[in-house]
C-alpha cells in the first residue's frame, strides 16, 4: 500500500514500501556513522553543540523533523566529545539490526522472525534467521517526525485496531499495513509486560498467517515462576527448530549471554552511579542503552558502548564531576521514559535536572547469566527476562513496582517524582494512589502526567513542558 | 411472581436470600472474578462460589481515588462497591490476573484493607497449548492450599469429583437452556439468558440447579420469548445489563447466541468425571468452548466457533461490545472486523460503551441502523435466491 501523507505545510510524499527503514539505514544511521567515522570527536560536539542544537533543540519544524528525534536520541548536542565516541558503537547495532529488515527486503535467504519486544534477542543469534522486533518500529520510525508516528496511528485506527491501545503496538501494526516491515515467517511473542502486547500479537498472526508462539509469562517472582518461564523458553526453542529447520547453536548462544554478562556489569555500574551528588551519568545515556539493548542485546558492539559509557562516567566520578556543570534538581522518573525524547535534554539543559535512579526502562537491575551448564543458562535467561527493564515491575503484584520504587527514593536523594503516565500502560494508571500515597508518606512533591510516546495527538510536547516548569516553579525546585 | 422475574430478581442484586440462608446455614461465601477460575474447587471445600458483580453500582467517587479515567469502568464500580462495604457478606475474594485492570484491582484491595481477609490471585496462561495445562494445575493446588490453611479445611479428591459433577450438571441445564435459542422464535431471549446466568452464579450451586429446572419447564410451556427479525450474535467481555441487551431486542433483534462472561464463556464446558479431577479442571478450563481474547494463541478457535454458531443459530449478525479502555476487546474487534470483510461471519457492529454508562439513544441509533443494513442485505439475499430459483426452474 502506498500511502500519501501530507507532512506538513505543503510538502507532500508517498510512503512507498519500506521507505522508512530504507531512508533510517542508507541515509540517516550511516551518514552519522560516516560522520562519526571521519571526524574528531571534539569537532562532533563542537558541531553538535554549537550548530545542530539551536537547529533541534526548542521543536519540530519542517526544516529539522528528519533528524531531529534521531539526534535527541542521541544526546541531544549536549554531550561532551569523549561521550561521543561511544555512539560509534550505537550505530553499529543500529545498523546490525536495520539489516534485518533491508536484506530481507532485498532477497529472504533466512527465515524472518517477529520477535516481541520482551523477547531477548540472543536466542536469536544461537539460529541463523534475521529478526525484527515490531514495537522497536515505534523508535526508530518516529525518527523521522511526528508526522509519520500520528499517521501509522491513524493507518491502524482506520482499519478498526485498539485506539486505547500501546503507541508501540500501534505504530508496529501501522508500519505491518503500510508495508515497512518485510513479512514474517514466524512470531516469537510473551504475554507481558501488558494488555497491549498481550493484544496485539494475535492481530500480527491473524495478518500474517504464520505460525506464532507465545512465551507465556508467570504472574510470581519466586523459583517455581523462573522454572517455569524457563520450561517455556526450551519449548520456544523447539518451536524455532521445527520451523526453521535449523538446530540452536549452545555455543553461540552461550558467547551472546557472556557478553551481555558484560554489558550488564557497566550498565548496572552506570545506573549505581547515578546515586552520586552530583550524578556522573545521563538518564538519556541509560534510555539509549535500553533501546540498544532491544535491539543488539549480546552484540560485543553493545559491550563497547557501555564500557566507554562506564570508563567516561567513572572518570567524573573520581573527580567528583556531574554530568552537568550544575545538578540542581534530582528527579525519579518512574515510569515509561520515552514520553518524548526531547524532555530529558530539555530539563537537563532548561533547569539543571537529572533524573537519577535511571527510569523504568533505562534503570539496568538484571541477573547474571550462568553460562556453565545449558540447563543453568535456560535457568538464568528466564530470570533475566522476568527482569527486564519494565518487565520485572509491571507484570505481577503492585510490590514488584513499588518495592523498587521505594528503594530509588531512598537511595537516590530525589527532590521530586515525575509519573509520565503512558497511555497505554493501564496497569500503570491503576495504581496511581498507592503512588501517590507513598510520595506523601515522604514528602516528595509529585507530578502525574499523561502521555504518549508516538502520539502527540495525545499531549503535545510543548504542553508535557509547560507542566513540568510550572510543577518545579510551584514546588520551589525552580 | 414468575420464575423469570425471580431469576431478574436475583441478578439485579448483590446479595439474595439464596446466599442469606446459606450464610445462616454456616457457609463460606467466596467471591470469584474470572471464568478461568475453577469454582469447583471452592466449592468442594465447602464454600459457595459467588461470581464477583457491579450490579446497581451508583458510581465510581470511592474507586476513583484508586484508579485513572482510562482504567475500565467495570472494575471501578465493582471496586467503588467494594470500598462501600457492598460485599461485606463475603469470606473471601479470588481475583485473576484477566487483564491490567482486574490484576490491579487485587492490588487496590489489599492496599486499601476493604475486608475480606481472604484474598487470592489466581494466575491462569495466557495460552492453551504448551505448558499452561501444567501451569494451571499448579495454580489450582496454590489456590487449593491457601484456601485450605485460611479456613482449616480439606479439600478432598471426592469432593472435588462431587463438585464437578454437580457444575457439569448447573452448564448442562445452561446448555439445554441454550439450545432452544436455535429455534426460529427462541423462548428464551438474549436478555433473559444472561439473568440466568447471573442469577445462578450468586446462589449455591444446589439452588442453581433447581432453579434452572423451573426455568426450563417454564419457558417449555411459553411460545417465543418477543418477535424480531434480525438474529444476533453477542460478543463481551464483561456484561451485566440486562436492560442494555434489551436495546437490541426493542429494535427487532434476538440474541440467538452469546460469549459472555456471564454466558457462554461460563457454561461452554464439560469436564471429565472419571480422569483425575485436577487433570478434568485443567483440561475443561482451558479447553472451554469459547475463549476469552485474552488467550493469545486461541484466536482462530475463536472464530470458528463464531463462524459455527452463526450456522446453527442461524444468525444474521455479530454485535461485539466492548468497554472503554479494553485493549484485549479492542484488538479482536479489529481482527473480527477482518474476518467479516472476508465474509467468514457475518456482518459485525462493534459498539463500545461504559459499564453502566447510558448512552442507550445513541447506542439504538447505531443498532437501528445496523439492523436496517442486515434486513436489506437479507431483502437482497432474498431477491438473488428467488431469481436463482427462477432459473433453475426455468432450466430445470
Known sequence: MNVRINLRAKTVFELKEYRIVRYLYYVLIRGYYLALLLLPYGVISLVARYVLHPFIFNKETRFNKYIRSALLWMGGGLHKAADYRAHLPIMRIILDYLRHHVEPIKKRKKPLIYLGWCVSPEFMRAFDVHYIIPEAFSVTGSWLGRDVSNHMLEVLESEGGSIESCSASKFAAGAYFTRQMPDPDLIVTSSHPCDSGVSFYPTLQNVTRVPMYVLDTPYGDDEDSYRYFAGNLKAMISFIEKNTGQKIDWDRLRRSCEELNKTNFYLQELTAMTRAIPSPVSSQQLTVAWAMKLMGSGSPHLTEMARIMYENAKKRLDRGQGWLREERIRVIWWDVPIAFVSLYPWIEKEFGAMIVGGDLMGRCNTPYVDTSSEESMMLSLAKVHLNASMVRNVRGTQELFMDEFEQIIAEYSGDCFIFVGHNGCKHGWGYGRIKKDICKRIGLPALHMSSDYSDSRNTSEESLKKQISDFFIGNGLA | ?396
Open chain 2, 1 to 396: 411472581m414468575t420464575i423469570m422475574e425471580k431469576m431478574a430478581e436475583i441478578a439485579g442484586a448483590i446479595d439474595n436470600h439464596y446466599l442469606k440462608e446459606a450464610r445462616l446455614a454456616g457457609k463460606r461465601v467466596i467471591g470469584y472474578f474470572c471464568s478461568y477460575i475453577p469454582v469447583e474447587l471452592i466449592h468442594a471445600a465447602g464454600f459457595v462460589p459467588y461470581r464477583m458483580r457491579a450490579v446497581g453500582s451508583a458510581g465510581t467517587d470511592l474507586a476513583d481515588a484508586y484508579y485513572a479515567p482510562l482504567n475500565c469502568s467495570f472494575v471501578r464500580h465493582c471496586f467503588d462497591r467494594a470500598l462501600r462495604g457492598d460485599f461485606g457478606f463475603l469470606d473471601g475474594v479470588v481475583f485473576m490476573n484477566g487483564c491490567d485492570h482486574t490484576r490491579r484491582m487485587y492490588d487496590n484491595w489489599r492496599y486499601s484493607k476493604t475486608g475480606p481477609e481472604f484474598l487470592h490471585m489466581f494466575f491462569a496462561p495466557h495460552v492453551m497449548g504448551g505448558n499452561a495445562a501444567g501451569a494451571f494445575r499448579e495454580s489450582m493446588a496454590n489456590l487449593k492450599k491457601a484456601l485450605e490453611k485460611s479456613f482449616g479445611v480439606t479439600i478432598a479428591d471426592d469432593n472435588l469429583r462431587n463438585s464437578i459433577r454437580l457444575y457439569n450438571r448447573m452448564r448442562g441445564l445452561l446448555l439445554a437452556l441454550d439450545e432452544r435459542r436455535k429455534m426460529k422464535s427462541p423462548p428464551v431471549s438474549g436478555s433473559e439468558m444472561l439473568g440466568i446466568v447471573m442469577a445462578v452464579t450468586a446462589v449455591p450451586v444446589e439452588d442453581a440447579c433447581a432453579l434452572l429446572e423451573e426455568v426450563i419447564a417454564f419457558i417449555d410451556g411459553r411460545g417465543d420469548s418477543h418477535s424480531g427479525d434480525v438474529r444476533i450474535i453477542m460478543l463481551a467481555g464483561c456484561m451485566e445489563e440486562a436492560d442494555h441487551l434489551r436495546l437490541y431486542e426493542d429494535s427487532g433483534g434476538v440474541i440467538v447466541s452469546d460469549a459472555f462472561c456471564f454466558g457462554t464463556r461460563l457454561y461452554g464446558r464439560a469436564l471429565d468425571e472419571n480422569i483425575d479431577p485436577a487433570v478434568a479442571l485443567a483440561a475443561g478450563y482451558l479447553g472451554s468452548e469459547i475463549s476469552c481474547p485474552r488467550m493469545m494463541d486461541d484466536f482462530p478457535r475463536r472464530i470458528e466457533w463464531v463462524a459455527r454458531k452463526a450456522g446453527e443459530y442461524s444468525a444474521d449478525a455479530v454485535v461485539v461490545e466492548k468497554l472503554k479502555f479494553c485493549d484485549m476487546w479492542g484488538w479482536e474487534i479489529e481482527r473480527l472486523r477482518r474476518e467479516s470483510k472476508k465474509g467468514v461471519i457475518p456482518p459485525v457492529l462493534a459498539i463500545e460503551r461504559e459499564y453502566l454508562g447510558g448512552a442507550s439513544g445513541q447506542v439504538r441509533t447505531r443498532i437501528q441502523a445496523f439492523f436496517e443494513q442486515i434486513r436489506n442485505r437479507q431483502e437482497i439475499d432474498d431477491a438473488i435466491l428467488r431469481s436463482e430459483r427462477a432459473a433453475y426452474y426455468v432450466r430445470k
